[in-house]
């Protein structure tokens, strides 16, 4: 199983972003897929999830507001666009694979334990 996410870049504070994260090695349309962050220093924390057919969502609190997960199942991708970027969006994003919930079925979830497939992450900087 492969995650590799992209578009992470440094922007300016109020700017959007379009994160990527394309998966091979596991069907996945029949995988719920999330993404975390982790600032420098910090604990990875959890940004937002969605399940295996789109359907279903569930985003963190800080940030439900201004993040949206998307997926393409035809392209084995999932997205997070982030708009309005703070200085405190700034962190390694990481797309993960719920490995623990039955393929096809099974909530979004926050919880880190329920992800066995992770990526490598993607640097977002926000700064002026």
């Known amino acids: 199983v492969q995650l590799v996410e992209s578009g992470g870049d440094l922007v300016q504070p109020g700017g959007s972003l379009r994160l990527s994260c394309v998966a091979s090695?596991?069907?996945?349309?029949?995988?719920?897929m999330g993404w975390f962050r982790q600032p420098s220093g910090k604990e990875r924390e959890f940004v937002a999830a969605i399940n295996w057919a789109g359907t279903g969502t569930y985003y963190g609190d800080s940030v439900k507001d201004r993040f949206t997960i998307s997926r393409d199942n035809d392209k084995n991708t999932v997205y997070l666009h982030i708009h309005s970027l703070k200085p405190e969006d700034t962190a390694v994003y990481y797309c993960a694979a719920d490995s623990l919930n039955p393929p096809g079925r099974g909530l979004p979830t926050s919880q880190q334990s329920a992800y066995g497939y992770w990526g490598q992450g993607t640097q977002v900087t926000v700064s002026s």
């Open positions: 090695g596991l069907d996945f349309s029949s995988y719920n």
